[in-house]
T-cell receptor, first 116, second 115 residues
């Protein structure tokens, strides 16, 4: 079974600075999908960025980018020019293309604090 | 913007009681999910539902749990006889497709407290 590990329970960053959140995963599959979801306080989880494993190019969405290292099974999220609104729980998630249900396997999450 | 809505936001129930958690997925979505998060733990998959039947369930989803889409809009999770260890945040999610890169849309969650 696949597992996802987020080794940083909490991180903090100064406004306008850059922060990187770590995620590693374990799988024997060669093709899969990886996601970062953001959950602001008392709000639903929303998708930040996704990466398809067969694509070597790292995904980018505005200030958010990933460093996808397939051999190392690492999928870190970089937030540039951090804003107060980036403060949230961030969850890394894995999805297998097999199995039929397309469920997500989540890490424990990293709580990001943005200091003004 | 369409969103997944869950009710209630918080439910307190006595051990042994039945609870029903309700979700309204996004209207044109076809795949529906329940996840839960025990405080301090990972978000865990419970069950997926497609074409009016369960497509996959985890080992957590035992005979005490059931899901239903009774009227084409609501998607419910029933726990027949709650236990203390069922206390958790329960998240509903929906997707338009089942393909791997499809975004899952989540509700705000229902915090279930079993006393």
């Amino acid at each position: 079974a696949q597992t996802v590990t987020q080794s940083q329970p909490e991180m903090s960053v100064q406004e306008a600075e850059t922060v990187t959140l770590s995620c590693t995963y374990d799988t024997s599959e060669s093709d899969y999908y990886l996601f970062w979801y953001k959950q602001p306080p008392s709000r639903q989880m929303i998708l930040v960025i996704r990466q398809e494993a067969y694509k070597q190019q790292n995904a980018t969405e505005n200030r958010f980018s990933v460093n996808f290292q397939k051999a190392a099974k690492s999928f870190s999220l970089k937030i540039s020019d951090s804003q107060l609104g980036d403060a949230a729980m961030y969850f890394c998630a894995y999805r297998s293309p097999q199995g039929g249900s397309e469920k997500l396997v989540f890490g424990k999450g990293t709580k990001l604090t943005v200091n003004p | 913007e369409p969103e997944v809505t869950q009710t209630p936001s918080h439910q307190v129930t006595q051990m042994g009681q039945e609870v029903i958690l309700r979700c309204v997925p996004i209207s044109n979505h076809l795949y529906f999910y329940w996840y839960r998060q025990i405080l301090g733990q990972k978000v865990e998959f419970l069950v997926s539902f497609y074409n009016n039947e369960i497509s996959e369930k985890s080992e957590i989803f035992d005979d005490q749990f059931s899901v239903e889409r009774p009227d084409g809009s609501n998607f419910t999770l029933k726990i027949r006889s709650t236990k203390l260890e069922d206390s958790a945040m329960y998240f509903c999610a929906s997707q338009i497709l089942g393909t791997g890169g499809t975004e899952a849309f989540f509700g705000q969650g229902t915090r279930l407290t079993v006393v």
